[in-house]
């Protein structure tokens, strides 16, 4: 398989279930101003919707859109727990997260990188993202990660979201129990892994990332 990401993006929530399922891929970086892959391939001709992640399977077909990708391949993996059973109620939870993550608080986001939004909209953007963002913290009162005790693909998802917060300047700081989730996932080390390939993070230092939305 072969991950289509620009660092930092959306894209690296693929990465860490990559990752985290020790299956083996490939990586190539797409350029987020002229949207052309590391080999120089007009990114548009592999994924026409023009934004990352896109994996390449190793029958040629290609997928996109996070939440999918992510679903995909723990399936390939299940006895690593990333997604629960079909059928089971647990498996609509994650379901569940999967969409509200994407629905709401990427999206919830993506205005803020654009870079001609104006401070009073900025300022509505963010009233409405904390929102949500308090809902999440909320549920995660008393858990280790969204499904309990157990990490799954939606907190690989909900880790590389939050993690655009401090440079679109959106506080989490009063939601005490996000900088403990935040660590936690931080601290895997197939999450550590991912960020070393994308280049985020320098020997045992993280350097800032998230700035770029996709």
Not at 7 to 15: E, N, Q, R
Not at 109 to 121: Q, V
Request: glycine residues 8%.
């Amino acid at each position: 398989m072969k991950l289509y990401y620009i660092p930092g993006a959306c894209s690296l929530s693929s990465h860490i279930v990559l990752s985290e399922c020790g299956l083996p891929y490939d990586l190539e970086k797409v350029d987020c101003t002229t949207m052309k892959t590391e080999r120089g391939i007009d990114y548009r001709t592999i994924n026409p919707k023009g934004y990352v992640p896109a994996i390449e399977l190793d029958n040629g077909e290609v997928l996109t859109e996070a939440a999918v990708i992510a679903q995909y391949v723990a399936d390939l993996v299940p006895e690593k727990g990333l997604s629960p059973p079909y059928g089971s109620v647990e498996r609509y939870r994650l379901m569940e997260w999967l969409n509200f993550i994407a629905t709401e608080i990427h999206k919830g986001f993506s205005p803020l990188f654009h870079p001609k939004i104006t401070d009073e909209m900025k300022t509505l953007v963010i009233e409405r993202l904390n929102t949500r963002i308090d809902y999440v913290a909320k549920q995660l009162e008393g858990k280790n990660y969204l499904l309990g005790n157990h990490f799954s693909v939606a907190d690989a998802y909900l880790f590389t979201i939050l993690s655009w917060a401090k440079n679109l300047k959106v506080d989490l700081s009063r939601w005490s129990v996000l900088s403990g989730y935040m660590r936690r996932i931080g601290d895997r080390p197939a999450v550590f892994k991912a960020l070393a390939e994308e280049g985020l993070i320098e020997g045992s230092k993280k350097v800032e990332r998230g700035t770029v939305a996709a």
